[in-house]
């Protein structure tokens, strides 16, 4: 598989092509810290683009004419090409051709870049409409995080902790995988979210508009993972019970609401961005 791995700022990323995905995240004393693909999920740090979550039906409709995708879109299981490596950054890109423009029918650049500096490893997910028309898009990272954090941590004594008090009511989805219309009391006690299996049971816990812009998952006695945002205007926390991950997803768009069905162009959430624009959002992980 064709992979490059860049070290700094006391971490090593591995990313591979395929994807455009971080397959690897170690600390200085080589610990890894990312999910390893395991069968009961076997990917890593999904890149979500261009839609995130779930469309009705797997359905997106634009001009009376509808095609098919599944959740998250088709990003995360196409082969991207390398532009830049070195020994501390990498910088993949997608773009449109035939197979994409066969379920989505939009001219687009997708650019990824990792880059560690500043005591973390930071991400970059850029898009540029490269057509002549409005481009509609939704991009997000989902990356999976080893949960116990060590070897032998009870689940039930991690915690994630907000970089603000987060009083705002929570998200949910059907069992489709589309957006409830009610909002639910959250489980964040003040800044504080005492993790255990069960917050899983209902599919992920989505905040749609967070107060934060970081939050740090930790261990007792044990290591910590910073995750930063900027551009990612909602924020998805997800598990599957019974499997050891825990995934910090800054979004940039959700699913689509139960009762939606229209064009995709009036889609919630999206980005609209014009011919020959570009929007960019960031997430940076550091490990303590």
Known sequence: MDRHSITGSGLTATVQAD???LCSLQDAAGREMLWQAHPAWPRHAPVLFPIVGTLKDNRLLHRGRAYTMGRHGFARDRRFAW????????????TDDAATRAVYPFAFRLEVTYAVNGGGLEITFAVTNTGDEILPASMGAHPAFNWPLRPGAAKDAHLLVF???????IRRVTAEG???????????EGRVLKLHEGL???DAIILDRPASNAVRFTAPDGPAIDVVW?????????????????????WRGMSSPVAFAGEFMEKPGLMLIPPGARRAAMHRISLG
């Open 19 to 21: 994807g455009a995905e």
């Open 83 to 94: 532009v830049e490596r070195t020994a501390t950054l990498c910088r993949l890109v997608l």
């Open 163 to 169: 970089s603000a008090d987060e009083p705002w009511p």
């Open 178 to 188: 589309l957006l409830r219309p009610e909002a639910l009391p959250s489980p964040i």
């Open 200 to 202: 899983f049971a209902d």
């Open 230 to 250: 900027d551009g990612f205007p909602e924020l998805g926390i997800w598990s599957r019970p019974g499997v050891d991950l825990l995934c910090i997803e800054p």
